[in-house]
């Protein structure tokens, strides 16, 4: 007897990982589990992981994303925020939905297109992952070849670049070079617990404005 998708129950901070995954039954799975819904599905190279959030990863997720995007808008900077959206490639035989993933640099490649191919579109700029329930597997998005990933256990930011086709942990954003995030962002997000969502945008907004006037 085959087991159906529908009869498996991956409860909200776990992780479920199926070995031997044809690229064919990856897309199927897709297909099946559809576009609305909480789960999460990544693939790499035979290795499928399908993961349900907890409501504290999506809370990190959401005020960090906010926090970038407050970041770009002070800097004046033109960006497409594309959240958990699908990312695969059949040659690379990898396939990811970040937490939240941003396009910056190419965000004048992408606009307005309705669907991304990275066959021959490039990759995000900047991906985010929140890894409060478990670490986040860097094979996928260096296969995508995502020029940099932020990833966050709740406490503190790690930031990594990639360097000829390697990650390398970073003090520095690329996209941001001469901010110090890594400090700054945790505090921003445990602010945003203590004193709300639109505080801590306005205070992070206020610090954004007083580091481009040094």
């Given amino acids: 007897m085959l087991l159906e ?17 044809s690229w064919q039954m990856y897309e199927n799975i897709l297909e099946e589990l559809g576009e609305r819904r909480a789960a999460r599905v990544n693939y790499c190279d035979g290795l499928l992981e399908i993961m349900t959030p907890l409501p504290e990863h999506e809370d990190d ?3 960090i994303g906010d926090l970038v995007k407050a970041l770009l ?10 959240g958990s959206t699908t990312y695969k490639n059949k040659q690379m035989l ?20 309705k669907r991304i191919d ?11 992952e929140i890894d409060i329930t478990s670490r986040t597997r860097l094979d996928n ?5 995502v020029p940099e990933l932020w990833r966050f256990n709740g406490q503190n930011l790690e930031i990594s670049v990639l360097e000829r086709g390697k990650y390398v942990k970073s003090d520095i954003s690329r996209n941001f070079p001469h ?10 997000v445990e ?4 004193k709300g969502r639109n505080a801590t945008i306005k205070a992070f907004r206020s610090w954004v404005k007083s580091q481009l006037t040094n």
């Fill in 73 to 82: 808008e002070e800097l004046d900077i033109e960006f497409r925020p594309l």
């Fill in 179 to 188: 901010l110090p995030l890594v400090d700054v962002i945790p505090e921003y």
């Fill in 141 to 145: 998005y260096k296969a995508l070849g």
């Fill in 61 to 63: 997720k959401e005020i």
């Fill in 5 to 21: 998708l529908n009869q498996l129950v991956v409860q909200p901070g776990q992780q479920l990982l199926l070995k031997n995954v």
């Fill in 94 to 113: 990898s396939g990811v939905e970040a937490d939240q993933c941003f396009y910056i640099q190419n965000e004048a490649a992408i606009r307005g297109k």
């Fill in 118 to 128: 990275l066959t021959i579109d490039p990759p995000p700029d900047l991906a985010l």
């Fill in 191 to 194: 602010q945003s617990k203590i």
